[in-house]
């Protein structure tokens, strides 16, 4: 049986039903980015706030690049289910909160009148960090981008998140739809602040008149978010199909474990997510930088050193030991010494947990996959850490081991002379800096500091910095991840 709405009340044991009927609740939030993790963060939260207390508050998703979802989710009526792994078994539950998806490519005229919709009170976004067109060191709008110099004179069929907002805000500015809130849900420091300056700074170049109309009538909460979602393959879904009897074309896998930290202004109402477990706060920041120095941060580090390592899983990494100790030494000794403290918040304890998540066996969570649009993740994941470290004269050893295992990771080949797809925005120019410089780490450490992008201007002149990174690209380049590790143990850990 294929999953559709015929098959609600008749699904094998085990798989929990909504708790309401989806059909009898209107479209109230468009999402754009309709990926894997939203699926299962966002949209469950807003499924179980449905099943306890109404509303219309059901999502119509966008996919701005990949048809994939689309035509997954469209042949069954937007619903997919959502298998939690734990220690203590799996949990599979129906998700009923999305009521569709539009492929933005294929007709933006409709994306744009649902995002303009006078029912449609928020807009929310998780189309990754490389997905709002920026420049990741200054934060500012990246003008040269491509699809932004098309929206620039094509606004009418836009192809950037950016261009999409300010195409639809200026609609409902036109249409009188009324207030709107832009609600970014990804890994960016004060992401809502981010992302009204960029729609601000791609106004104020269009309509000067529309930036000020924005400037009252749309609120930009900022947020936080956590779950580990790994990609489902294949034989992932096979396996549901066998196990359940059901075929699920969309099903996704994560770990019990999810946080959902949101300031609390909206400007045309929300739904009670609180009532489903997120937090509501005056100020995100405290739990943002924790989640990006001390999570994020500690799994790109996993992720470079592992993959380089042979190692396929995150927690199959976890169980070297010499990685476990640069984890814990980055999140214990750098990024949680970069922190303010915050009541009521224990970072011991927070670490404890995230090294907890990283050993999860069930999830099978790629260190590939987590590798991936390092250029854009490195701003956002160690340098905020070393900046602070810097000035408190604290360590920046592990953040910067993380970094230099990045430099030897883009060169595209392993220890083992297997070649690999070095997937990131920036992967062309880094190729050509690897083939030219990688006999060189001294010479290779200097041309992708260069990277003003990335590193921005004031590390590059940091002698601390640039030698520290210098130091650990010499030793994995020449000797070997494995050997360096040694290394970082020895020297840094056990000192």
């Known amino acids: 049986m294929r999953l559709s709405r015929a098959a609600i009340g008749q699904l094998p044991e085990g798989i929990a039903e909504p708790g309401y009927n989806p059909t009898a609740h209107g479209v109230g939030i468009v999402h754009m980015g309709i990926g894997a993790f939203h699926r299962c963060h966002m949209a469950v939260y807003t499924d179980e706030v449905m099943a306890d207390t109404g509303g219309d508050?059901?999502?119509?998703?966008?996919?701005?690049?990949?048809?994939?979802?689309?035509?997954?989710?469209?042949?069954?009526?937007?619903?997919?289910?959502?298998?939690?792994?734990?220690?203590?078994?799996?949990?599979?539950?129906?998700?009923?909160?999305?009521?569709?998806?539009?492929?933005?490519?294929?007709?933006?005229?409709?994306?744009?009148?649902?995002?303009?919709?006078?029912?449609?009170?928020?807009i929310s976004l998780t189309v990754t960090e490389k997905g709002y067109c920026l420049d990741p060191a200054t934060g500012s709008l990246n003008s040269a981008h491509p699809d932004i110099q098309h929206d620039f004179v094509n606004l009418g069929a836009p192809k950037s998140a950016i261009g999409y907002l300010v195409a639809a805000l200026a609609r409902r500015r036109n249409s009188g739809s009324g207030p709107v809130t832009i609600l970014?849900?990804?890994?960016?420091?004060?992401?809502?602040?981010?992302?009204?300056?960029?729609?601000?700074?791609?106004?104020?170049?269009?309509?000067?008149?529309?930036?000020?109309?924005?400037?009252?009538?749309?609120?930009?909460?900022?947020?936080?978010?956590?779950?580990?979602?790994?990609?489902?393959?294949?034989?992932?879904?096979?396996?549901?199909?066998?196990?359940?009897?059901?075929?699920?074309?969309?099903?996704?896998?994560?770990?019990?474990?999810?946080?959902?930290?949101?300031?609390?202004?909206?400007?045309?109402?929300?739904?009670?997510?609180?009532?489903?477990?997120?937090?509501?706060v005056e100020d995100v920041a405290p739990f943002e930088d924790a989640k990006l120095r001390m999570l994020n941060g500690a799994h790109s580090a996993l992720a470079y050193i592992g993959y380089l390592s042979g190692y396929e899983y995150v927690h199959v990494a976890m169980r070297d030991e010499k990685i476990r100790k640069v984890v814990d030494y980055l999140m214990r000794m750098e990024a949680a010494k970069s922190l303010s403290p915050t009541e009521g918040f224990d970072l011991?304890?927070?670490?404890?947990?995230?090294?907890?998540?990283?050993?999860?066996?069930?999830?099978?969570?790629?260190?590939?996959?987590?590798?991936?649009?390092?250029?854009?993740?490195?701003?956002?994941?160690?340098?905020?850490?070393?900046?602070?470290?810097?000035?408190?004269?604290?360590?920046?050893?592990?953040?910067?081991?993380?970094?230099?295992?990045?430099?030897?990771?883009i060169s595209g080949r392993s220890e083992q002379g297997n070649d690999y797809i070095v997937q990131d925005p920036l992967a062309e120019r880094l190729a050509a800096v690897a083939r030219e410089h990688g006999h060189d780490p001294v010479a290779l450490t200097a041309?992708?500091?260069?990277?003003?992008?990335?590193?921005?201007?004031?590390?590059?002149?940091?002698?601390?910095?640039?030698?520290?990174?210098?130091?650990?690209?010499?030793?994995?380049s020449r000797e070997g991840v494995q050997h360096a590790l040694a290394e970082f143990v020895r020297d840094v850990c056990e000192t």
């Open 57 to 122: 508050w059901r999502i119509l998703g966008v996919s701005l690049r990949s048809p994939k979802v689309r035509d997954q989710l469209e042949a069954q009526d937007g619903l997919y289910t959502v298998i939690v792994r734990g220690a203590n078994g799996d949990h599979a539950k129906l998700i009923s909160s999305v009521a569709g998806v539009l492929w933005a490519p294929n007709d933006p005229q409709r994306v744009l009148e649902a995002m303009s919709a006078a029912s449609t009170k928020i």
């Open 184 to 280: 970014c849900c990804d890994n960016l420091s004060s992401n809502g602040k981010v992302v009204e300056g960029l729609v601000l700074e791609f106004t104020r170049q269009i309509d000067p008149d529309l930036a000020e109309w924005i400037g009252e009538n749309v609120a930009f909460p900022s947020t936080m978010v956590d779950r580990i979602v790994p990609a489902v393959e294949v034989e992932q879904v096979q396996a549901f199909s066998e196990e359940y009897g059901i075929e699920d074309a969309a099903v996704l896998q994560t770990e019990p474990f999810s946080q959902w930290v949101i300031e609390d202004c909206f400007a045309a109402g929300r739904p009670p997510w609180e009532t489903a477990g997120a937090t509501l």
């Open 348 to 409: 011991d304890t927070y670490r404890l947990d995230l090294q907890r998540r990283f050993d999860n066996p069930s999830l099978r969570h790629r260190t590939y996959q987590i590798a991936m649009d390092g250029s854009q993740k490195i701003p956002q994941r160690f340098l905020g850490t070393v900046r602070a470290q810097l000035t408190n004269g604290g360590s920046i050893s592990a953040c910067c081991f993380g970094i230099a295992a990045w430099m030897r990771y």
């Open 447 to 476: 041309k992708l500091l260069g990277f003003s992008e990335v590193f921005a201007t004031d590390l590059p002149q940091n002698p601390d910095f640039v030698n520290e990174v210098t130091h650990w690209v010499t030793s994995i």
